[in-house]
């Protein structure tokens, strides 16, 4: 085995953790897989003789180069989370544990409105239980500005997942109809539409309850997944099949009945918000 074999295979232990981190912080697969090979690049380049830790090595690297494909975004003037719909989202399918380790739907749309050094400070401290002076060597701060860009990440992510019982009766009426729907049962769609119920499907709007009930009860696909999330502040969901986004949907609740469902199905658009769990 050569030396850069072997340097290879030791890069090739650590890929699922590199890829993790920059899932979480740049939020698609496709721009984290980018990430992880340019980590591979840099090593390449820089070889493995003086790199006494290279988990740290290549954790410090991947950091930087989220850091700076963020920060490009930002001169793009892309926003690829912001969507006319749904400008911010709550709790999302592992809503509890959206400041633990698991990090959702919702939390990504949210991190969107984070600076850069606010996002990598935070999901490598908070998901990755890395410690602040490493963070601070990554963004080039000190250990104390990193800690206040974790805290101020924490506070604005707060802000944007209300709690889960300020919407569970609403809750309650999305799942039912989500139940409904997928056993394609008219009747249970019906009793928990109003009757004078609107669909919204970008320009399109459909009206009435029977005639809605009639979509979603011949619109469920086999094999196709739902998780509740929530949009703009009220409860939705996303669906999905086969690991690939379908629909996000937001629902208004007005007195145990669905008067609106807003519904977005651009798969260019949804792929921006899906994080990589969801595969």
Not at 116 to 132: I, T
Not at 242 to 256: H, S
């Amino acid at each position: 085995m050569t030396e850069q074999d072997k340097l290879a295979a030791d890069f090739e232990v650590h890929r699922a953790y590199l890829h993790a981190i920059a899932c979480r912080v740049l939020g698609t697969p496709a721009d984290a897989d980018d990430a992880v090979q340019e980590a591979w690049l840099r090593l390449a380049r820089t070889g493995g003789d003086d790199i006494e830790d290279l988990r740290g090595w290549l954790t410090t690297v991947t950091g930087r180069i989220c850091l700076d494909a963020l920060r490009r975004r930002g001169a793009r003037g892309e926003q690829p989370l912001e969507l006319d719909l749904w400008t911010d989202l709550g709790n999302g399918p592992e809503g509890e544990a959206v400041l633990a380790d698991s990090v959702g739907l919702a939390l990504y749309v949210v991190m969107d409105a984070l600076t850069p050094a606010e996002r990598v400070s935070f999901v490598l401290h908070d998901v990755f239980e890395m410690p602040f002076d490493a963070i601070a060597a990554i963004l080039g701060r000190s250990t104390a500005a990193t800690k206040m860009l974790a805290s101020r990440a924490r506070g604005r992510i707060r802000l944007g997942a209300p709690t889960a019982d300020s919407h569970s009766a609403a809750r309650s009426v999305v799942d039912a109809f989500l139940a409904a729907s997928g056993r394609g049962d008219i009747g249970g769609l019906l009793a928990v539409l109003a009757p004078e119920a609107e669909l919204h499907m970008g320009a399109a709007v459909v009206r009435g309850a029977e005639t809605i009930a009639r979509r979603a009860s011949i619109g469920a696909r086999s094999g196709s997944t739902g998780y509740p999330a929530l949009v703009n502040g009220a409860p939705g969901a996303l669906i999905t099949a086969d690991g690939r986004p379908l629909v996000l949907m937001a629902f208004t609740v007005d007195n145990g009945r669905i008067t609106l469902i807003r519904m977005l199905s651009d798969t260019k658009r949804l792929a921006q918000i899906v994080p990589s769990w969801i595969a």
